[in-house]
Nanobody, 113 residues
Framework: QVQLVESGGGLVQPGGSLRLSCAAS????????MAWHRQAPGKEREWVAI???????NYTDSVKGRFTISRDNAKNMVYMQMNSLKPEDTAVYYC???????WGQGTQVTVSS
């Protein structure tokens, strides 16, 4: 059984930064690609970023150059550093074992002045 717990969301002004964290249980973590998704009000959930077990990363176009996904396999943690935040980044952000049914409960990010 895999459990994912996100933290680090909050209210931030446009141009500000936040760092999201995802704590994962289970010995399979180090072998799994991990992803962040988000869901804005009234919109479908969308993929944001992915990191492979080897550390390769990819991002959706709207966050490239602003968000950075990383992982610490020794701590079973995934992070997403979000800089230059925009109001359109407002959403609930979810951690996921990439391609799987394992999702976290989500953490709210609100970008507003």
């Amino acid at each position: 059984q895999v459990q994912l717990v996100e933290s680090g969301g909050g209210l931030v002004q446009p141009g500000g930064s936040l760092r999201l964290s995802c704590a994962a249980s289970g010995s399979m973590f180090r072998f799994a690609a991990m992803a962040w998704h988000r869901q804005a009000p009234g919109k479908e959930r969308e993929w944001v970023a992915i990191i492979t077990s080897g550390g390769s990363t990819n991002y959706t176009d709207s966050v490239k150059g602003r968000f950075t996904i990383s992982r610490d396999n020794a701590k079973n943690m995934v992070y997403m550093q979000m800089n230059s935040l925009k109001p359109e980044d407002t959403a609930v952000y979810y951690c996921r074992v990439a391609g799987s049914r394992y999702w976290g409960q989500g953490t709210q990010v609100t970008v507003s002045s």
